[in-house]
Structures are given as structure tokens and as C-alpha cells.
């Protein structure tokens, strides 16, 4: 950004070859950020968040294509159920109907809209200073799994009673 307001200042100073220079090289500073792996990761996860939320969007109540499959092949009711129609009135900022379809909904989906500020700020981070990354990847590794533990805990734990009850 700084780039672009300098040249706009500058420009009336320097010949049309060295402003081109300044772009190609900007240029080439960004097609090499956009081979860091933990870019194409964030964008990645990104655009996943970005999907359930649309998921959530587009669908409410009852008309979800993907069904409660446990529930229906076995009668358990596992701590998820409901969880897309709870995501359903999230966005759509009925929170306490959430709360009643689904308890730990607040709680997932807070985990993904988190993620998703997280990626932002980290394609940010690693746009502005590219050499951080095994640095910012280390964090960004450690925080999204704790992250991930708190708000899915229910889920993570319903899951090791059940395959304690199997054994």
C-alpha cells in the first residue's frame, strides 16, 4: 500500500522503464508470497470457513441436504445434532433459538469465525513481512489447536466415550 502512494507522489519524477521496474519487482515480491505454503493454507481455510458460512446462509431449518446420519441409522443423538441449523441462525443473529437447537453451537462457530479473522491477519502479517513465517506458522499452529480443543471439546470428548464404550 505504502508502494502505491509512494509512486503516486514520486511519479512525476521518474521515468515511465524505472516505475515499471518498481511494479515488476512488487510483483514478483507477491507471486513469491503467494508460494509461501502457509498463505496457500490460510487462503485455503478461508475459503472453507467462507463456505459454511454460505452453507449456513443459504440453508434453515429443516432443509439442510446433509442429514443427521448417526441419528438416523442408530437413534443416538451425539452432541452435533442440530449443529447446522443452530449455524443457520447464527448468521442470521438469532442466538438464543441457536442455544436450543444446538448448546456448543455459539461455541464451534465461534471457532470458525475466529479462524477466519486469524487467516486474514496472517495474510496480512505475511504479505507485509515475508520472512516471519516459520515464526507466525508455529504460533498460528499452536493457537488454532488450542483454540480448536476449547471450542470443540464437547464434540472431542463425546467421541472418546464412545470408542471407550466400544473396547
Given at each position: 500500500?505504502?508502494?502505491f502512494f509512494y509512486s503516486l507522489i514520486f511519479y512525476g519524477k521518474r521515468s515511465?522503464?524505472?516505475?515499471?521496474?518498481?511494479?515488476?519487482?512488487?510483483?514478483n515480491q507477491f507471486s513469491r508470497a503467494l508460494l509461501n505454503p502457509h498463505i496457500a493454507i490460510s487462503f485455503a481455510l478461508g475459503f472453507?470457513?467462507?463456505f459454511v458460512f454460505a452453507y449456513s446462509l443459504l440453508f434453515s431449518g429443516s432443509s439442510h441436504p446433509i442429514p443427521?446420519?448417526?441419528t438416523e441409522q442408530t437413534g443416538i443423538?451425539?452432541?452435533?445434532?442440530g449443529l447446522s441449523s443452530a449455524f443457520?441462525?447464527?448468521v442470521r443473529g438469532n442466538f438464543s433459538q441457536a442455544i436450543v437447537l444446538n448448546p456448543h453451537s455459539i461455541?464451534?462457530?465461534?471457532?470458525?469465525?475466529?479462524?477466519?479473522?486469524?487467516?486474514?491477519?496472517?495474510?496480512?502479517?505475511?504479505?507485509?513481512?515475508?520472512?516471519l513465517w516459520k515464526k507466525l506458522a508455529i504460533a498460528d499452529g499452536l493457537f488454532s489447536l488450542l483454540l480448536f480443543i476449547y471450542c470443540f471439546?464437547?464434540?472431542?470428548?463425546y467421541t472418546f466415550r464412545m470408542f471407550a464404550a466400544l473396547v
Amino acid at each position: 500500500m505504502a508502494f502505491f502512494f509512494y509512486s503516486l507522489i514520486f511519479y512525476g519524477k521518474r521515468s515511465k522503464t524505472y516505475y515499471l521496474q518498481e511494479v515488476r519487482v512488487k510483483n514478483n515480491q507477491f507471486s513469491r508470497a503467494l508460494l509461501n505454503p502457509h498463505i496457500a493454507i490460510s487462503f485455503a481455510l478461508g475459503f472453507v470457513v467462507l463456505f459454511v458460512f454460505a452453507y449456513s446462509l443459504l440453508f434453515s431449518g429443516s432443509s439442510h441436504p446433509i442429514p443427521a446420519l448417526l441419528t438416523e441409522q442408530t437413534g443416538i443423538i451425539p452432541p452435533s445434532k442440530g449443529l447446522s441449523s443452530a449455524f443457520s441462525e447464527i448468521v442470521r443473529g438469532n442466538f438464543s433459538q441457536a442455544i436450543v437447537l444446538n448448546p456448543h453451537s455459539i461455541r464451534i462457530f465461534a471457532f470458525f469465525a475466529l479462524q477466519l479473522l486469524v487467516r486474514f491477519f496472517i495474510v496480512l502479517i505475511l504479505f507485509t513481512f515475508p520472512n516471519l513465517w516459520k515464526k507466525l506458522a508455529i504460533a498460528d499452529g499452536l493457537f488454532s489447536l488450542l483454540l480448536f480443543i476449547y471450542c470443540f471439546y464437547p464434540l472431542i470428548e463425546y467421541t472418546f466415550r464412545m470408542f471407550a464404550a466400544l473396547v
